[in-house]
């Protein structure tokens, strides 16, 4: 591959990062659309839950295999197909008649999803070869992420009143065609010299437990938890994990080496990822619902309520990767563990919602909090490992950052259902919603421990005894501000 000049580099980025830029507003601009479906649709809370979930799940299952046949079949190829689907998708979303198809028409959307983050870091890794300028590049794909998922309440919420919900798909369409056109006109090709071996056992084995998990958690409140269904959810997921487990051990080369998880970096930066972003999920979830159903508010007036806490999540997304490069990932973990717990805090003992004061502090505390742990969770995970390991490991986080954004949804939404019986009115609300921000104060008290923990010089003896399990020459990599690094190898 002949190396690009500067100027296509930096267009080479921008394509890349308008593909993550649609990929993460469509995790959050949704939320802000959630009444509207429920009175249009006539569903239930659950129902809600699965206009969610269904995206997040099946990008959270996909990631790690898409990015091995992009290093296998051709980067770019893949990262078309990926833009196709997703454009696709978006334009089934838009046409859907019923919650059902809208649900069915996100799996489509997440499919071509998963092929584009990894996919895309895959690319800049190979177009960015100095360390650098390497680190510059990922820095701006980081901020990406905190700017698109900032932006998706606001954007929703504009979209939403002055056109509809279905424009919110609509957006896609073109960002999703002309990265299309422009990655064949300035995208270089490009293969792994050895790209990993596909694990069909372990991916469905994936597939299963995270689907029958979030099945149970959803349906459980409404079906019972003793339903057959939800019991049966159970034991699949139950059998997946195990089998999972199994089959890691008997293949060459598995979806997720289990080997990693003796590094305590990785092992943490994991927790924290789910937690974290779990917690992040599950308070935009309630808080997107209480403004609209019980403050009355409109899409776009609940998205304005909510950019306090979307303008410090981009600001401290930039922040923080500046923090990490010069001071490590302990500080900004901290700051996010704390910001986030306060902001939980003032919801679960303070009734941060009686007082818009109180409530627009709130979300400060937390846009801060969100903001600051992006760029340290991939930075412990792959300082954590060998160098050769580090792309892996990369992805294996951000399928973390989907299944906690996916297990957050599905938890906050069974203790509101538990405690609501699907009525918004404000006593019955405030009641069902005092258990579920102790949930958020759960997980960022565990942000705020595992930030601890997981980067200390403890833990990074330990990153040296699992670089020696792959290859004694090999060293954990140095901690340098990685960002969000999506990819499945950067090889």
């Not at 010299?193 to 149970?216: H, K, S, Y």
């Not at 565990?446 to 403890?458: D, F, H």
Request: charged share 10%.
């Amino acid at each position: 591959m002949t190396e690009p000049g500067p100027r296509r580099k930096l267009l080479i980025l921008a394509i890349c990062s308008m593909s993550l830029l649609i990929v993460s507003l469509d995790n959050t601009i949704l939320n802000v659309a959630l009444p509207t479906l429920q009175r249009e649709f006539d569903t239930s809370l659950s129902g809600l839950q699965w206009a969610i979930d269904a995206y997040l799940i099946v990008l959270a299952s996909l990631l790690i295999m898409s990015g091995a046949a992009g290093d296998r079949l051709g980067r770019r190829r893949t990262f078309q197909t990926g833009l196709a689907v997703f454009a696709l998708g978006s334009v089934l979303c838009s046409l859907a008649p019923s919650l059902g198809w809208l649900v069915a028409a996100r799996v489509v959307q997440a499919v071509g999803g998963s092929m584009l983050n990894p996919v895309a870091m895959s690319i800049i890794t190979n177009v960015f070869t100095e360390p650098r300028e390497r680190a510059r590049a990922i820095g701006v794909w980081g901020a990406v992420v905190g700017l698109g998922m900032a932006l998706g309440p606001l954007v929703g919420g504009l979209l939403v009143d002055s056109v509809g919900w279905r424009a919110i798909f609509w957006l896609n369409v073109p960002i999703a065609l002309a990265a299309l056109v422009l990655t064949a006109l300035f995208v270089p090709e490009s293969r792994a010299e050895r790209p990993r071996r596909p694990d069909p056992v372990g991916q469905c084995m994936m597939i299963l437990l995270l689907g029958g998990t979030t099945f149970a958690i959803i349906e459980g409140p409404g079906l019972g938890w003793t339903h057959p269904a939800v019991l049966g959810c159970v034991a699949v997921a139950a059998g997946a994990l195990g089998t999972f487990a199994w089959n890691a051990r008997r293949v060459p080369e598995p979806l997720i080496d289990p080997r990693f998880f003796r590094s305590v970096p990785f092992s943490g930066a994991t927790l924290i990822a789910i937690t974290g972003c779990a917690g992040f999920a599950g308070f935009l979830f309630i808080n997107t619902i209480y403004l609209q159903n019980v403050r009355g508010l409109s899409a776009l007036h609940a998205g304005l309520y909510l950019l306090p806490m979307a303008v410090m999540t981009a600001v401290c997304s930039a922040l923080s990767g500046r923090i990490v490069a010069a001071r490590g990932p302990r500080p900004p973990l901290l700051i996010s563990g704390a910001t986030m717990l306060a902001s939980g805090l003032l919801f679960a003992l303070a009734g941060a919602q009686e007082h818009l004061a109180v409530l627009f502090t709130a979300y400060v505390l937390f846009g801060v909090g969100f903001g600051m742990l992006n760029s340290p969770i991939t930075n412990t995970a792959v300082s954590g490992m060998p160098r050769a390991q580090a792309g892996v490991a990369a992805a294996v986080t951000s399928t973390s950052r989907q299944i906690g954004q996916a297990l957050g949804v599905a938890v906050i939404g069974a203790v509101l259902a538990a405690g609501t019986s699907g009525t918004f009115a404000a006593d019955a609300f405030a009641a069902a919603a005092r258990p579920a921000y102790w949930v958020v104060v759960g997980c960022s008290a565990a942000v705020l421990v595992l930030g601890t923990v997981t980067t200390g010089r403890r833990a990074l003896r330990s990153s040296a005894r699992v670089a020696d399990l792959f290859d004694p020459a090999e060293r954990p990599v140095t901690a340098v501000n990685t960002g969000v690094s999506t990819g499945a190898s950067t090889r």
